[in-house]
Every structure is written in C-alpha cells, then in structure tokens.
C-alpha cells in the first residue's frame, strides 16, 4: 500500500489545478455559463491539449493510459473549481463505455476524436420511470436489416443538448426491468427521428430531454453485443460513481476551506465568529465528514476496477452512501455557518452545496445505494471468506 | 387537566376550515400546495380576503381591528390557516411594526398605518440587518442625524425580504453616535418612495429575488415618523422580535407539506411499487410526523402557559428550532421523493419557458427550489445556535 | 383546552411527590433493592394509604376513579423518585386488565384487595418467540369441564416474582400469531403446575420466568371472553406504555436536571463547565428532547382512551418512538456532560439511564412503534379526515 | 499511489491471521465475540503467547523487542488481532508507560521494567486523572516531597483502570509546590506493593468493577523510580497521550462485533422472518458497514502519513472520535437486536448464578451491560468534545 502520488500523477494534478486557477475562477465560470452551450469551448480545447480528454484512453487511441487514480485527481479538481465542461458525459461515460464496451473499428474511429476534444458524447440512458434502477429500459430496439430501429423517450441526458452523438440504451427483448436484453446504439444527435430538448439543472450544468421516434442506427452504430448490455452499462456508472465521488470531495473541501476562512474573519460581537466553541465544533465536525467522504472516494477509486461485480457494486454503493451523507452535511453546514451570505448567488459556497445535492441525485442517492447495500448483505462478510 | 379542545373551541375550528376552504383562491391555494413561489398579488388578495372577514389581525387590539380570541383560538385560527394551506399574512406589517405602533406609536401613526396594515394598502418590510450586524443586530451603523424637523439617514441594509414591493420600510438607526451599542439607537417609519433609498436585489440560491439590499443616502425623515422615543428603539425592537410567538413552529404549514409529501410519494413510482409503500421510506416520514405531533403538544403547552404569563417566553426558542428542523427535514423528504427530477432547474424568470411542460412531474419543479431555499429557516429570525444561546441563558442559567 | 392541573391533581402531585422525597432518596432506594422483595412492603402499604393503588379505579371498588392523567402525575414522580415497586405490574397491568375485562364478580373480589395493598398481580404474557408482538403467543389453554389446562412458558414476566396471582394469557384456538383465540386467566402464582424463577433487571426492578406445566385453572378464574381477549391485551398495552412514558419523562427531567446542575458547579480548567458554549447547547438540546417526550406523555395520556383502537394505536406508537428516542439521547448525552462520574453505581444519574433504556425495551422499543406507526399510514391523514 | 496491500503486505496479514487463528486459546475468543468481561488471567495469558512469537511489542525498538515492521504492517497486525478478536494488550504497559521508558527513562528502569512488560509480568495501571483533574489534567494536585533519596507521595488518583491487579502504577505529581501548573509536574513509578496505597474500586453501571480510586498516604518512591527530569513530567505525559495512535479508532474490534451482530440479527426472529432480513434493521446495520469502511480507509491514510512525519498526528482525534461513534452505534444495534432481552441483568458476582440458564437466548446476557459500559469510550481517552477542541485548534487553526 502506497498512498503517495506518482511524478507523473503529482503533474497531472498541479496542471491541472493551475489551468482551472488561470482559467477559471468565480467569475470566469459566470461567464462561461452564459454562453450558448453553457460551458467554455475554448476551455474544453485546453483540456484536449493538456490530455486529459485522453485520460482513460490508450495511447494507441491518442489517450494517456490513465486509470481510476488519474480520473480521480482530474475530477477532484474539477469539484474545486465547479466546473462546467462535459467530461463526465464525453469521457467518463461515453468513453468508458467505448473502450470498455465497442469494437476495435468503433473504437479506433471514435476515441481518438473525444482525445483531440472535437467529439462530444452523451449517455441517453434514463428513463421518466426508471427513477435509479439502471435495468428499467422501456425504450424498444426493433431489428431492421442489419440495423435497428430506437423509439422512445430519454431523460436528464448529461450534457445531452451539446453532445454530437448520443449513446441511446434500448431494449431488444425481455420485461421493462429486465437485465438481459439490453443493447446500446451510437447515433448522431441530429440524425432522424431523434429530438432533443436541453435545459440548464440546478447546479449550472446541462442536461437534456431526447425522444427516439423510428431513429435508425445502422450496423456499424452498435455497441457491444446487442442484448447483453447491461454489465457493461453497470460497469460505467459504477465508474461515473468513482468519477463524481471525487469531484464531490473537491467540492467539498473547498467548501470547508472557504468556511474556516469564513469563521476567521467574520466578526459579530466584537469577535471572529470562529472564537465561538460551537462554530469550531461544528467545523470539526465537517472536517470529519469530508475526511471520511475523501476515504471513500479513494476506495472507489481502489475497487472501481475489481472484477467481480458484486464486491465493486458492494464498494461502489457504500463510496455513494457517504459521498451524499457526508455532502449534505457539509453543504448545510457551510449555508448555515455563513448566515444569510450563504443563501446568496453571488457568493461561491452555495453553487457549491447545489453542485454537491445535484450529485446524490445522480445515478442513485446516498439512499438508494444504503438499501441496495444492504440488500448485498453489507461490506462486511464472515471471518474467513474477508 | 383537560387536553382536548371544548366543543366551543371544536365548532370555532370548524367554522375557521370551513372559511379556508370557501375562501382561498384556489390558484392561490394551488401554488401553497405545491410550493410555489407567491406574486405580490397573492398575499394582497388574501391579506383583503381576510380583512372583509374580519380577521386580518385576530391578535391585535379589538379596537383596532382584533377578534378578542382566546390564546387558544388564536393557535387554532393560524393553525387552519397554515394547513389549508393558506399564506401566512405579511409579517412585517401585521406581527411586526403593528404591534410596535400599537404599544409604542403616537395616535397619529396609529390612525395613520394600522388600518393600511390590516388591509396590507401599505407594504411594510423590516430594515434591521445591515452588512455588519447579523446576530449581532446591535453593532448596526445605520445613522439619522437631527436636522430640524427631520432626521437625514444615511446606511445599509440587507437582507430586507420583498423591499421591492415595499411602500414603507421599519428601520433601527442610530441618532445619538455618541451612546454605546443597545443605548444609541431608534426607530423609524420611513416611506420608501423618499428620494436617497436604492434597493437591490439579492438574487438567492434557489433562483428567487426576495431579498435585497437597501441603500440610504441622505434620506430625509420626518421627526413624526420615529416611534416613541430617540434612543429607546432597541427596546421596541427587543419588543417586536420577543413577540413572534405565534406560529413561529410553522406547524400547520409542515402538515401541509407533509400531506403533499405523502401524495408525491404515492404518485412515484420506486421499482416495482409506489414509494408509499417502501418501508424504508415510510418510515422515515412517520419519524417526522411524530416529531411533528410533539411538537404541536408543545406549542400547545406554551399558548396554554401564554394566558398566565405576559412577557416573551424563552420557550418559543424551542419553537424556532425543532419547527425549523422539522421544516427542513420535509423539505429533504420532498427532495428525495422526486429523485433524479431534483436536478432540472425551474426557470422562473424566463417568460418563454412559462408555456413548456415541465421536465419531469409537474410536481418536482419547485421541490429543489424549495429545499436550497428553505436553509434559510434555520439562519433567520435568530439562527438556531442563537436561540440555543436563549435557552442555555434564559432556561437553565447556563 | 386546559393544561392547568385542577386542584385534586395538584394535590395528588404534591402529596406523592412528598412521600418519595420523605421516604425514597437515592440511599433507601438501595436498601430497599436489599429486601427479599427487591422493593419495600412498607412504602406499599404507604402507596395504599395515600389511595395511589386505588387510583384508576371505581370508588365502590376501593378505588378513587382517577383517569389517564392521573395516572400520568403518579408515574412521573416514580420516573424521578426511580421507584421500584410493582406498580405498574399490579395497578395498571393487572388492575388494568381486571377494570377493563373482567367480571364485577371477579372484579369486586380482586381489585379491593389491590387498592388496600394485600394482592399483587402480574401479566404473564410475552413469550420467548414473540419479541414485540402482543399476539404472538404459544402458551395453549386447553378445555377442561368448567375450566382450562394451561401449558406453556412465559418470559420477563414484569414482578412476576413477587406476584401473588398471575394473568397468564394463553391461546384457545388459531396459529401463533392470531389475534383471534386468545384468552386471560387469573391463576395463584403458587398453584399447583406454576413455577416461576425470579431475577434482577438491569434496572434494579424485578421480573420472572413462569412455567405452565398442566396448571388447572377453574371457571371462576376466567377473565373475560376466552378466545377475545386481544383487544383486552392491546388496550392494557397502550395504557402501560402511556404510564411507562410518564414515568421516562420524570426521569428524564431528573436527568435533565442533575446534569445541569453538575454542569453550574464541576470546575475544569477553572471555570464551570457549563460556561463552554458546546455544553451549553447539548443541555438545550437535551431540554428539547426533554420537552418534546413531555409533550408526547401528555399525547399518550390524551389519547390512551380514544375509542378508536387504530387512531389509539397511532398516538401511543407516536408517543413511544419519542420517548425512545428522546430517553436514548437524554440519558447518552447525561453520562456524555458527567464524564467518568455518571459512570458509576454510587451516582444517580446512571440509574436514570438504565430505566429509561429499560423502559424502551418495555412493550416494543421506539424502532418497532415506528414501523407499526409507518405500517398505520403515520398521524397526518388527508385533509378532510383529520 | 497503490491502495492495495503488496503481496507482501498479504503474506504478511495471512501469517498473521493464520497465527490468531491457531493461537488464540478458545475460551478467551469465546468471550470475545461474545462482548463478555475478561479476567486477568485471560489478558496475561494471551500477552504470553504473543510474547513468545516475538509479536508483545511490535512498535518498541528491536533492541527491546519490537519487530521493525512498517507503519502498514503494524496497522494490519492490530487490525488482525482485533477482527480475531483476540484482546487487545493491556495498554498501560505496552503503549503508554513502556514507550515512555524507551525515549526518557534510565538504563535501570529500562533494564528493570521493559521486559517484564513485554511478557506481563509486572501489570501496570495509569494513575494521571483526580477527582478534580479530569479534561483538565494539568490542575491534577497529588504531591512528590522530596525526603532523601525519596519523595513522599500523598494524595489521590482516580479511574485508574484495573489497579486492583496492578504491581506498578505510573503517576503525575506534584514534586515542586510553586510551580504553575504545568511546570510542576513528575513523572513517577510506583511499586503497588508499598505501604500507604489503598485501592478502592468503584462500581460502574454495567456492574463491572474495572477502575478504582487509589488513595496515597504518605508513600515512599526512591527518587530513581522518576522518569527523567523533575518538573518535565508533562512533557512526558503529553507524549504518552499523543502516542496512542495505532488502533485507537478499534476498527477490527468494530468489525468483530458487527459480525456478532449479524450472526444474533439471523438468530433473532422478528414476526415471521429473522432480524436481519428486516430490510430496516439490515439498513441500519449497512449505514454503519459504510462508516466503518470510510474511517479504515482513514486510518490507512494516517498509517501512511506517519511514514513522513514523527510527531502526534491530531487528524488521530478524527480516528477517536468517529472509531467512538462507531462502536457506540454498533453496540446500541446489539442491544436493538435482542428487543426485550436487554432487560434481564447478567449478575456476574453471584457465584451462585453462573450454573443456572441464562434468561433469554444465551447471546443476550453481555449486551446490555456491553452497552452501557461503551458510553466509556466517548469519555476516556480525551473526551469526544476535547478531540474536537484538538481539531478545531491543531487542524483548523481556529
């Protein structure tokens, strides 16, 4: 066990953290969110050219060869400076389920594009009624030649409004909750038969609604085997669980900074707010909760490649559960010890608690995931089969 | 001992739901259920609802308006209001600068305001706060120098609730800069259309603009317009802050929301059953509601012990805190209930979004809104740490 | 609506509080642990003397008709006085279920011997296997000419030992878990076919296995409707869980207010305690928990005999969640503020602890009443059917 | 950054394991899982075995014993130990007195006592806290006058842990009576044995009798029983305190009883089906799984961090604070889990007793009396609330 940062993966991070310094402060990030697609293209080419659209990818796809240490320290940062950018649907999603899921022709053609920053992808996998179950696809994929036909409707589509190809589950067999019978589709967005409607969600990103009507996807847009889609679909958000676990702890430790910061220079009755036993207690106590947050983002970061898929999900599950419990209570406690400046749109800390409750809500809250632990039957096994 | 209501107070109750239900505007009554965000025109149509029946201000003196109810009536009255749901009349006018008028004001601004309060003609907002002075209100800085007949004021204040629609404006300011602290400081009425008063608005994290900023520049205030007497306003203010009492637990307003939460949560759908009916969830509204039903107890306790006692009772503190801890934790329920559609933002100010369907439920729109921003509970009117600093000093001699 | 006491209860308060203050310090409490009883006879026959074991009962009966709350100021000066004796057992158990079941036969010719202090009474009901389930009982009542044969074993029989008669509940017809064929029957603790082991609880009271093997019980030792008795038991339930919260909220102000105390006079760091702001809030949070289970006593007390068995159900599971949980976080937080001092045996404020963790487990604990509660649709219905 | 062991690392926790497993005598496991009290005999007999596998004292220098294991392979042996679960060793002597002697006592002492501490030969206790020095260590007032070659103690120490069996005790006095609190402070050896000691135990709720009050009556100590300087004995006990770092958040003793816990949760019925297919039970059970998981992955990175700094690390106090909470939560759901059962009392005095059933399924019995004597853990150590104060100040800077 060695908890020390590589040369290389201490470089990453400090080019990182500097790019998004030099680039992206509070009022930078305003303004990015007033452009038309909501996010800085021209920061998005800073990222290509720094490599990290490459990060997961092999160097033969123009890629870094980066794993889950390396995602985790990009999306960190990401979570410090609020980003806005679709790197979690381009590379995250859309690229963890091309590398892991697509031939080597899909993957050649495609991958290297999402390196260079001039593909965008989406995930277009949830459902009006599949609220955080993952196998709830209503969505049919009927044969046609050796192609398919895709229709149904899509929601909360991350960064699906901006994205050039979707990346649509479909059913082609079995009941609505069903994991068999699952295929993926790689289409272009604005192909026929697909609509789309985007809209900003609470914590200034983008997302949106995509309805398939007799949308055609021809044979070389299939993903994987069609109808055995669902560990690899399960395998991805897993990874976009690791992925968003640390851009929660970058937001939160931020957070805390900017409230410790707060309670040093905050004067009420003469004194720093910071002097009360009350306040200091309450910020230790956040410290606590974005230490056990940050133990469990790098535990996800740890098991989000272990190959059996029941012990990832049980590990998963349980980074989900504190990454939300412990982003609650930070987020409140932040609004709370801040007074009424932290209630304001113009102050940094509360996109933060808004970023950070965006999350739970994100491919199952902490909620979901405590009953979907348990139902594994815990984290914690008899003696001898630890 | 007797717990339950008489058959006076049970046929007083009924006829106060019989009204809500006749009453209230039923787009009024929609937005209530749904948390919605309230127009102006909302709270006056109301506000004159309940004056025409006599029961603007149940708490004031019945010459000025008052029903004369018994404690108990009054708790009953707001109660039925709060699950109707029904607004809550605007406090800064009717709990607030009235009830100051009323103990302190010249007869003149009686005459003058408390009909135009009781029938919201004027709407009042409340200028304590200002950037320096939170919980620490008496550190403000705000000054009203003596110049003839009036005072020139000249300040900040923030965090003033729906000053934009404001036609008159209570303020703390300081006339004497020489007195200390709590000594130095009165208390004005000041029209907002005095030339020298800017309002900005303070956009806040749910999307909403009640708040603003409010500048003071060479404003010029009549004498007349200060109540009772120069430096004597920390008192009033004391007065005005100590007699929130009434509803200030908000637990009609929790029923309400917690009825709704129950009907969201029997329209979603988790798997292969409504949410109602998932254990796990259930439960966890039933730990509210019981914390809830407490509560109502003890609100009921401290309007029984109202009758005997006349001065602010501290625990009221107890009020302010489990009502709002309460508040808060429907408003996670509500959040959590809606899932995923936590996340599409509710454009409010875009007039063209007004005509597209929602993404997602119609009824998961305001739920995010509404959980940002009802942080804000536990911070105003007192944070809870300082209304636990009450209770340590005021209770138990801590 | 009127909380003010009236004259005969402010009476009753002031005179059974005088005799605990007289008669029941920390001191006799231990010696009266000492006696063979493990409470004293003496302060009982002073208990009848004062009309307490007479309370809820009819005046042509001994009695002095008291109601719920008068029931609810006795219990919560024991809940302060920690009192050991079998009054719950014998009044508001046994005499509960005479009162409210039996025949005036039967009942002329018991409950006078309670209220005078000569008949101690016990319900024999739980059962290893029931847990918190009233209906869950094995124990068989079997038909015998006028009577019945009882075999079975009962469990924590609440002062089983010291009973001279026991209600033994017992099942006439159904599975073990019905509610319908359950029936109550009043047998001589010392009867031929009764054995009983009696034992210390962590509490400092006293409660006893009871085995049934064969024992006979007579056609005039029948109470109530054999086979309908689960209403009975249900009723008696509530009504023992309205006292026990009465009780828990006279220790938990006890509680409340030796730690206060101790936190105006212990010195640290040569200050009292009680000056540091984090101690000052835990004794206002304690106060809140404190307040909310009193308000909660009086709900169980106010609703203990709502006709409606379901709504009755609702507010008494509401009431024992909140004592629960406030009793949980009183006495924690008490221990918590008293340092290695409310540790230890020699110190009151342990004892209060170990009651109200007692009392928890008393007739369902705050987790089981919730579930019952959420299984009931909660306390808040539609608007129309409040 | 690698987060998995090496394979060297789990050739390591193998052997390990694999000696707990074979090792551990059955009786003493016994009680272990089942959270019942140890004897002395128990404790002793374990730290011999360990002693003779070389593993009594891993973190002592190899000169005195210790194996010369990294940080990592430390964690995972204690981690082991506690997951057998086998009992910790007795603290007093291998933790806080033996270290003590390493870095600042004599050659003598060092030859005299560290071997026998390895191999419990000689049991020690702590005698720091007084009736009125409790979180305020420093104001402790049992005093050392200095008579020839002794010093002359007087005075009192309480919650010291075990003295009943203890053949030494170690003490902070008072041997400079104008020093200022701190200043004044000694640190010394005491042999049980000598005149003037009484031992009082005191009784503590669960019924057990494990601290005592030990009472100094003019008690002789030869001057060379002094650990280093005079008046430098806070310095020293400073670094007592700020030493305990391994195992102080009793992760693998967490674990052990969450595994008890879910064996008596599929023992337990509730209505038709076991405890622990209750899916709220099982809820409650996970939520503490996950608390656990993120405060080893906690543990882990401070074990790492000590590689590369060699003072106390206060981010120790999270690891005392949350490791509390854990095992406080964990052994309310033991109580939970046995509903009713927690009442009767296990009365472990009554010789008499000990032939007869339990009342209740056997698992019951410890559990009430475990729960009750847990409320400790928030308490000693340096309460929960000065833990925070440590972060607050050290971490925080506030």
Redesign the interface.
Known sequence: ??????DE?RLLKESVERLLMDRFGFEARQRFMAEPAGWSRALWQSYAELGLLGLPFEEKHGGVGGGP?ETMIVMEAFGRALALEPFLATVVLGGGLLRRGADEAMRSALIPKIARGVLLLAFAH?E??S???LADVATTARRDGGGYVLDGAK??VIHGDCADKLIVSARLAGAR?DRDGLGLFVIDADAAGVSR?G?????GLR?A?VVLSGARVGASEILGEPGKAFPLIAQVADEAIAALAAEAVGAMAATHEMT?DY??TR????VPI????????R???M??AL??????A??A??MVEEPDPTERRRAIA?AK??IGRSG?FVG?QA??LH??M?????YKV??Y??RV??ID??FG?A??H??E???LG???G??EAK | MDLRFTPDEIAFRDEVRAFMRDALPAPIRRKMVEARRLEKDDIVTWQRILNARGWAVPHWPVAWGGTGWSPVKQYIFHEELQQAPAPDPLPFGVNMVGPVIIAFGSEAQKRRHLPRIANLDDWWCQGFSEPGAGSDLASLKTTARRDGDSYVVNGQKTWTTTAQYADWIFCLVRADPAAKKQQGISFLLIDMKTPGITVRPIQTIDGGREVNEVFFDDVRVPVENRVGEENRGWDYAKFLLGNERTGIARIGTSKARIRRLKEIAALERAGDKPLIEDERFRTKIAAVEVELKALEMTQLRVVAAARERNEPDPASSILKIKGSEIQQAVSELLLEAIGPYALPEETHDDADRWNEPPIGPEWAGPLAPHYFNWRKVSIYGGSNEIQKNIIAKAILGL
Chains 1, 3 share one sequence.
């Open positions: 066990m060695d908890l020390s940062l590589t993966q240490v949830a009006r009624q609220r955080y179950d929601t909360l909750r409607r809209y900003r969600t609470v914590d997302a609604e410790v309670l040093k004067k009420q009755f003469g910071g002097s009360f036993q009350v306040l200091q207690h910020a230790a106590e410290l606590i230490e056990q947050a940050r133990s469990m790098l535990f970061a740890m349980a559960v504190q609650r409140q609004i709370q007074g009424g932290g209630m304001t749109m113009e509360g996109h608690f808004k409750t965006a809500a994100l809250d909620d979901h405590l009953a632990l348990a139902r815990g984290l914690i008899a003696r």
